[in-house]
Nanobody
Framework: QVQLVESGGGLVQPGGSLRLSCAAS????????MGWYRQVPGKQRELVAG???????NYADSVKGRFTISRDNAKNTVYLQMNSLKPEDTAVYYC????????WGQGTQVTVSS
C-alpha cells in the first residue's frame, strides 16, 4: 500500500525553524531517491530538496544554506530541517520520490509570519 504522511508544519515567525517529517511506505522509500516539494495556491508544485540514492543532496536555490534534507532508512522516514525561515517559504510541503510518483500525501502547512 502506497502511503506518504507528512507532519511537523505550523506557524513560525520569520527567522524561526521547523523540522518536517515524512513517513513513507516501503514500496516508495526503499532504494529510491526521495524529495520534498512545496506548493502555494495558484502555483505549480516545486522541488525544494532531493536526496538521491547515492547520498547526494540537491536544493532549490531559494533554500540553499537554510534547509537540510535527511533520511532514516530504518524508519522509512525523510526529514526536512528548515532554518532561517522567510515569509516566502509559506506553502504546503509534501514529500515524494525524487522524481515524484503519481501519488501525493496530504502535505503539511508551513506558515511563516510575524
Amino acid at each position: 500500500q502506497v502511503q506518504l504522511v507528512e507532519s511537523g508544519g505550523g506557524l513560525v515567525q520569520p527567522g524561526g525553524s521547523l523540522r518536517l517529517s515524512c513517513a513513507a511506505s516501503g514500496s516508495i522509500f526503499s532504494d529510491r531517491a526521495m524529495g520534498w516539494y512545496r506548493q502555494v495556491p495558484g502555483k505549480q508544485r516545486e522541488l525544494v530538496a532531493g536526496f538521491t540514492v547515492g547520498g547526494s543532496r540537491n536544493y532549490a536555490d531559494s533554500v540553499k544554506g537554510r534547509f537540510t534534507i535527511s533520511r532514516d532508512n530504518a524508519k522509512n522516514t525523510v526529514y526536512l530541517q528548515m532554518n532561517s525561515l522567510k515569509p516566502e517559504d509559506t506553502a504546503v510541503y509534501y514529500c515524494n520520490a525524487y522524481p515524484p510518483i503519481n501519488y501525493w500525501g496530504q502535505g503539511t502547512q508551513v506558515t511563516v509570519s510575524s
